[in-house]
């Protein structure tokens, strides 16, 4: 029996009429023999020597800057913007430490560099710093529209703000105005011009560190004060990691958070779009009992090999998990996979029922049905068998709700579902799926679609503020399970602010294959 593309009878060897939808998905371009013939000159076989050598350099740099603020400020946020920062948390503490005594910073550019990177190392500097700015009735001053370095520096140090610092929503109003006037004036500070354009697109907080580091490499060469060191560096370095991604992508089927997106995406599918809704309830019961036999046999035959793949991918990990640590991970796997399916079939029932949510009762559901908490959980407990230690009973008790510990988790994967309804809400519906925020929005409150993104971009800026003020108080919740909300954030902005996930064409698939395939040109 052939399945067409947009009505397709059940396939599953049954005779069953059912009319089925199909999300008309390409084929992957993306095949295995392609994949097996990536290669690269750069190996850590080859480069180990040399890279050492550079690091060891780098770290004199960073010895010999320690007597001069605005150097200290500039190495720090060079190593951070070209991706190597990893090879210097010793040193990049040490100056983070030296930095938050200093009082003696005074024009604007320096003076939000610094507050922008203690913030995002962890030190909860006062906005009292930027008063120096502005005038008696709280406004900045108006010769500072013609620093646009300055400009630019205060923009991004106002994206690591927290919720009620009105002086950092008052900068990003002020410098937003102003940047936009610049863009026409620049003239022949083209690179500079490059930066304000970047940012204004998003800001660099936002973006994802490896992308963010290829853009900085190409740019950093055109400072004045650059240094070649940092720069050869850096550029070794993105080839030797762009040689692991490579090895990587070879090895996928054994990598686990590879097999729990597969396993997450065929699910979500089958939700969105191919099962029936009294198919999706048997599912979803199915799940919350969490057991194999006569659960098993009460699935359609479909059915039955996506909940196989989930329950064996599941208890294979806590397994795992417990051989190494001791600990047992089973019941927040469980969990994970019980919110995500509940949060699925919530959607479908909306979906047979032509019912639009309100725009609470939606945001209430689809931060769960993003799946970014059950990745956050997944990619956490995975992290453990690669050499982490960091999972004790007490980490494990922030991924309970009930301790009130996962406001990150909450934060990040909110970010993540409203960047992805601002990016692929369109192509959704035309396929057939669930109103989004931004159609909720528009029938609740009778607003145009353009009101509505507005809507959506304003509480994303609100729910970073939110993950910043967890992000600099987050007490004893783990710190890699920190930096992977923050990573989910800055992907989901990536992801839709390009093609999404449904295409392997376009942006995404120009960005994939610079990243995986194209080394920069180094000089060793």
């Given at each position: 029996?052939?399945?067409?593309?947009?009505?397709?009878?059940?396939?599953?060897?049954?005779?069953?009429?059912?009319?089925?939808?199909?999300?008309?998905?390409?084929?992957?371009?993306?095949?295995?023999?392609?994949?097996?013939?990536?290669?690269?000159?750069?190996?850590?076989?080859?480069?180990?020597?040399?890279?050492?050598?550079?690091?060891?350099?780098?770290?004199?740099?960073?010895?010999?800057?320690?007597?001069?603020?605005?150097e200290l400020l500039k190495l720090t946020d060079s190593v951070q913007k070209l991706g190597v920062a990893y090879y210097f948390e010793e040193e990049i503490k040490e100056a983070m430490?030296?930095?938050?005594?200093?009082?003696?910073?005074?024009?604007?550019?320096?003076?939000?560099?610094?507050?922008?990177?203690?913030?995002?190392?962890?030190?909860?500097?006062?906005?009292?710093?930027?008063?120096?700015?502005?005038?008696?009735?709280?406004?900045?001053?108006?010769?500072?529209?013609?620093?646009?370095?300055?400009?630019?520096?205060?923009?991004?140090?106002?994206?690591?703000?927290?919720?009620?610092?009105?002086?950092?929503?008052?900068?990003?109003?002020?410098?937003?105005?102003?940047?936009?006037?610049?863009?026409?004036?620049?003239?022949?500070?083209?690179?500079?011009?490059?930066?304000?354009?970047?940012?204004?697109?998003?800001?660099?907080?936002?973006?994802?560190?490896?992308?963010?580091?290829?853009?900085?490499?190409?740019?950093?060469?055109?400072?004045?004060?650059?240094?070649?060191?940092?720069?050869?560096?850096?550029?070794?370095?993105?080839?030797?990691?762009?040689?692991?991604?490579?090895?990587?992508?070879?090895?996928?089927?054994?990598?686990?958070?590879?097999?729990?997106?597969?396993?997450?995406?065929?699910?979500?599918?089958?939700?969105?779009?191919?099962?029936?809704?009294?198919?999706?309830?048997?599912?979803?019961?199915?799940?919350?009992?969490?057991?194999?036999?006569?659960?098993?046999?009460?699935?359609?035959?479909?059915?039955?090999?996506?909940?196989?793949?989930?329950?064996?991918?599941?208890?294979?990990?806590?397994?795992?998990?417990?051989?190494?640590?001791?600990?047992?991970?089973?019941?927040?796997?469980?969990?994970?996979?019980?919110?995500?399916?509940?949060?699925?079939?919530?959607?479908?029932?909306?979906?047979?029922?032509?019912?639009?949510?309100t725009a609470k009762e939606y945001i209430e559901n689809a931060w769960v049905s993003v799946g970014s908490p059950a990745a956050i959980v997944h990619a956490y407990i995975l992290l453990?068998?690669?050499?982490?230690?960091?999972?004790?009973?007490?980490?494990?008790?922030?991924?309970?709700?009930?301790?009130?510990?996962?406001?990150?988790?909450?934060?990040?994967?909110?970010?993540?579902?409203?960047?992805?309804?601002?990016?692929?809400?369109?192509?959704?519906?035309?396929?057939?799926?669930?109103?989004?925020?931004?159609?909720?929005?528009?029938?609740?409150?009778?607003?145009?679609?353009?009101?509505?993104?507005?809507?959506?971009?304003?509480?994303?800026?609100?729910?970073?503020?939110?993950?910043?003020?967890?992000?600099?108080?987050?007490?004893?919740?783990?710190?890699?399970?920190?930096?992977?909300?923050?990573?989910?954030?800055?992907?989901?902005?990536?992801?839709?602010?390009?093609?999404?996930?449904?295409?392997?064409?376009?942006?995404?698939?120009?960005?994939?294959?610079?990243?995986?395939?194209?080394?920069?040109?180094?000089?060793?």
């Amino acid at each position: 029996m052939a399945c067409s593309n947009n009505s397709i009878v059940a396939c599953n060897g049954s005779n069953d009429p059912l009319q089925r939808r199909s999300a008309n998905y390409h084929a992957s371009i993306w095949n295995p023999e392609l994949i097996e013939s990536f290669t690269t000159p750069y190996t850590y076989e080859l480069y180990a020597n040399r890279l050492d050598e550079l690091k060891q350099k780098a770290k004199d740099l960073f010895a010999s800057a320690k007597e001069s603020t605005s150097e200290l400020l500039k190495l720090t946020d060079s190593v951070q913007k070209l991706g190597v920062a990893y090879y210097f948390e010793e040193e990049i503490k040490e100056a983070m430490n030296i930095l938050k005594g200093d009082a003696t910073i005074k024009d604007l550019n320096a003076t939000s560099l610094h507050f922008r990177l203690l913030r995002e190392y962890g030190h909860p500097v006062s906005t009292d710093v930027f008063d120096k700015f502005r005038k008696r009735d709280g406004r900045f001053h108006d010769n500072l529209r013609e620093d646009i370095e300055g400009l630019l520096s205060l923009f991004e140090a106002s994206f690591l703000g927290i919720e009620g610092e009105d002086i950092l929503e008052e900068a990003n109003i002020f410098c937003t105005e102003h940047l936009k006037e610049s863009l026409g004036t620049l003239g022949s500070k083209i690179i500079l011009a490059e930066q304000v354009k970047q940012s204004l697109d998003i800001p660099s907080y936002w973006r994802m560190p490896r992308i963010e580091a290829q853009n900085f490499i190409k740019l950093y060469p055109t400072d004045d004060e650059s240094s070649p060191i940092l720069l050869t560096l850096a550029k070794l370095d993105y080839n030797l990691v762009q040689s692991i991604h490579q090895q990587e992508l070879k090895e996928l089927a054994r990598i686990g958070l590879t097999k729990f997106v597969c396993i997450l995406t065929a699910i979500d599918d089958m939700y969105d779009v191919y099962g029936s809704i009294d198919e999706l309830e048997l599912f979803t019961e199915a799940v919350k009992r969490w057991e194999i036999g006569a659960v098993l046999e009460e699935l359609p035959e479909y059915m039955q090999i996506c909940y196989l793949a989930m329950f064996n991918f599941g208890n294979e990990l806590a397994y795992d998990v417990m051989k190494i640590h001791g600990l047992n991970t089973l019941s927040y796997i469980k969990k994970e996979w019980e919110n995500l399916c509940t949060s699925y079939v919530v959607e479908a029932r909306w979906f047979s029922k032509g019912y639009t949510p309100t725009a609470k009762e939606y945001i209430e559901n689809a931060w769960v049905s993003v799946g970014s908490p059950a990745a956050i959980v997944h990619a956490y407990i995975l992290l453990q068998l690669q050499g982490s230690n960091d999972l004790t009973e007490n980490s494990l008790s922030c991924l309970k709700v009930e301790h009130g510990y996962d406001e990150m988790i909450y934060w990040s994967s909110l970010i993540s579902r409203l960047s992805n309804d601002l990016g692929n809400s369109a192509v959704e519906l035309k396929r057939g799926d669930v109103a989004k925020s931004i159609q909720c929005y528009m029938i609740e409150e009778g607003i145009s679609e353009e009101e509505a993104r507005d809507r959506i971009k304003s509480l994303i800026i609100y729910s970073w503020k939110k993950l910043n003020g967890k992000n600099l108080y987050k007490s004893d919740f783990p710190e890699s399970m920190a930096k992977m909300c923050l990573d989910m954030s800055r992907t989901a902005h990536c992801i839709f602010h390009g093609d999404g996930i449904g295409t392997s064409t376009g942006v995404t698939r120009d960005r994939l294959v610079s990243l995986i395939l194209e080394p920069i040109p180094v000089e060793l």
